[in-house]
């Protein structure tokens, strides 16, 4: 039973390229708009990741279909640890692969403290990335119930770097 480990390393570019042209995910301060009884924050750091593939069993061969267990360290506006899994599916044509991944993120964000769970979802055509990450709804607990947001990925000299735009309402 061998574990491809080529996935992990392709699936992470998804961020490098997805990143291309959109906003940077340099740290920067959080900007925030009000929307009445929520706020929307713009949040950024970096992140480290340990991708541990999974050994290949009569659900995921390794090869074509692929499992990892996924921990970071967040720092930044996002000061959090988080913890999940992936599902990788792999083409025999370069540069063609897809993903799905959830994790649960556990700390503080703009100052406030809960967890929350994101949904990865991401697919690369020929070295074409698309890559959306979300706040799953209504997963956000104590200070953090109500957020909603989309997370940006940047993956740069091996560097990982997040945008996160969110909303939470004014009051915890």
């Keep these: 039973m061998h574990t491809r480990?080529?996935?992990?390393?392709?699936?992470?570019?998804?961020?490098a390229l997805s990143a291309a042209g959109a906003q940077s995910a340099r740290p920067r301060a959080p900007t925030t708009t009000s929307h009445g009884a929520h706020v929307t924050t713009r949040a950024s750091g970096t992140f480290e990741v340990k991708l541990v593939p999974q050994p290949a069993d009569a659900y995921a061969d390794g090869a074509a279909l692929g499992r990892m267990t996924i921990d970071k360290q967040f720092q930044g506006d996002l000061q959090a640890t988080s913890k999940g899994q992936m599902l990788t599916g792999m083409s025999p044509?370069?540069?063609?692969?897809?993903?799905?991944?959830?994790?649960?993120?556990?700390?503080?964000?703009?100052?406030?403290?809960?967890?929350?769970?994101?949904?990865?979802?991401?697919?690369?055509?020929?070295?074409a990335p698309t890559?959306?990450?979300?706040?799953?709804?209504?997963?956000?607990?104590?200070?953090?119930?109500?957020?909603?947001?989309?997370?940006?990925?940047?993956?740069?000299?091996?560097?990982?770097?997040?945008?996160?735009?969110?909303?939470?309402?004014?009051?915890?």
């Design 5 to 15: 480990i080529l996935p992990a390393a392709a699936l992470l570019s998804f961020g």
């Design 93 to 127: 044509v370069k540069g063609s692969a897809g993903y799905v991944a959830v994790e649960r993120v556990s700390g503080t964000l703009g100052g406030r403290r809960g967890t929350f769970v994101l949904q990865h979802s991401g697919t690369m055509t020929r070295g």
């Design 131 to 172: 890559l959306t990450v979300t706040v799953v709804p209504d997963t956000g607990t104590d200070e953090l119930v109500g957020l909603t947001g989309t997370m940006t990925i940047d993956v740069t000299g091996g560097r990982h770097a997040y945008v996160f735009e969110y909303t939470l309402p004014t009051t915890p």
